[in-house]
């Protein structure tokens, strides 16, 4: 039974460790789950100084896989389900963000016929022996309950003396799993304000016609229509490429670099809306940048769903989150670009939205480059956070100038 100190030291360490599990902040131990169809995999987090304490030696910070037998025995004795299966997947030590952490992974199987989504978690790592450690045991990944969210998800808590916790999922369904993998895209792609300035840069010229080194008149619907179609399609099939290769076959690259990336495709975007780069190629170039943005989309999905079917129902549902909310912006703007089009205010008006763009562009190239956040870009992101009413000025403008367009000149009356 948790003691009353002890359950609200617990939630505190929860409110520090609540970040997106990537890394380990507070001197706490953390045994995040991940629930697949006929297996728990588990990755238990130590803090490198509490374990050395533990074990009465220090453990060398080096990073890396842990070659020492005493360490990797000691910890694979921590861990027990009742009947199960346990085993160990290997020990490093690893150094993402604060003091370096001991990372021990281990799988889970049950007997035949027995749920993995319910079961005994005996752990006592580190608790067995030092006073008023918490280990903190959270749900990352489970694709059958519904939860994909970047966010881990409060299980429970163990302490000295209390080193069980029974785990219940319920019965879980892929239903729940496919309908929150939509969710999760359409959050992700919203929020995603690079991903859709990148889109709406290249859509900025898709109503007019190139002629030479500028863009000439509108190009009729038929036209608008084609390119319409050939830039997002081209963009979808882009990023689903490489979302399915970090998701299947662990494509990755770091973080950074894909980062800069992206604001380099708006950029170029950017300046093609300005003046004419590669008219008749937007789908090539969507394409091409497409399998940047998608690794970016794969470092969020690639860990959802332990088994095969668990990952592509994963990819599934958020590449159509994500085309959702991209064809609510499509219909939300092209209406507007298109009146636009067919005034003498869309020379203007494209322009604007190609600097915009440009500016957005170059302040999160210094921002991503750097490492350091810089006021242009706070304000753009706040400014994009409100979209929704930016696409009504929009609309509202387009109307307004193309009823200026074609309103009668007023009668004038003679004396």
């Known amino acids: 039974m948790v003691r009353p100190l002890t359950r609200l030291l617990l939630w505190l360490a929860l409110l520090l460790a609540a970040a997106p599990a990537a890394a380990h902040l507070t001197p706490n131990s ?12 588990v990755e238990a987090i130590i803090p490198l100084s ?47 963000a604060g003091p370096p952490d001991a990372r021990a992974r281990f799988t889970l199987i049950p007997p035949p016929g027995t749920s993995p989504r319910r079961f005994d978690l005996h752990y006592s790592a580190v608790i067995d022996r030092v006073p008023n450690h918490i280990v903190l045991v959270v749900a990352r990944n489970d694709f059958a309950g519904g939860h994909l969210a970047e966010r881990a998800e409060m299980l429970g808590g163990l302490q000295p003396g209390a080193t069980v916790l029974h785990i219940d999922r319920g019965s879980g369904s892929d239903w729940r799993g496919f309908v929150s993998a939509i969710a999760l895209g359409m959050h992700h792609i919203a929020e995603g304000h690079d991903h859709l300035l990148f889109l709406i840069a290249l859509l900025l010229p898709a109503p007019v016609l190139a002629a030479g080194r500028r863009w000439n008149g509108y190009g009729g619907w038929r036209h608008t229509l084609r390119t319409l179609i050939a830039v997002v399609s081209a963009f979808t099939v882009g990023h689903s490429v490489t979302l399915i290769g970090g998701a299947f076959f662990g494509w990755r690259l770091p973080v950074q670099p894909v980062e800069v990336g992206i604001a380099v495709s708006i950029l170029v975007s950017a300046i093609h809306a300005w003046r004419p780069l590669f008219p008749g190629r937007e789908a090539f170039v969507a ?18 769903g332990l088994d095969p079917m668990q990952k592509a129902k994963s990819i599934l549902g958020f ?73 009504a000025a929009l609309m509202a403008g387009a109307l307004l100038a193309f009823a200026a367009e074609r309103w009668p000149q007023p009668i004038r009356w003679g004396r």
């Open 319 to 391: 590449n159509l989150g994500i085309e959702l909310v991209q064809l609510m912006v499509v219909a939300a703007v092209m209406p507007a670009l298109v009146m636009l089009a067919r005034t003498r205010w869309y020379p203007a008006a494209r322009s604007a939205g190609a600097v915009f763009a440009g500016i957005a562009a170059t302040a999160w190239i210094l921002e991503r480059s750097l490492g350091v956040d810089n006021p242009v870009g706070r304000a753009i992101d706040a400014g994009l956070s409100h979209a929704p009413w930016l696409f």
């Open 50 to 96: 509490e374990l050395s304490f533990a074990l009465h030696r220090q453990i060398p910070d080096v990073v890396g896989p842990v070659r020492d037998a005493e360490v990797r025995r000691y910890l694979a004795g921590r861990l027990s389900v009742p009947g199960w299966q346990v085993r160990p997947a290997g020990v490093e030590v690893v150094h993402e």
């Open 287 to 304: 394409a091409g940048f497409g399998l940047i943005h998608g690794l970016a989309f794969a470092t969020l999905i690639g860990r959802f």
């Open 30 to 41: 953390e045994v995040r789950l991940d629930f697949g169809e006929r297996r728990v995999e």
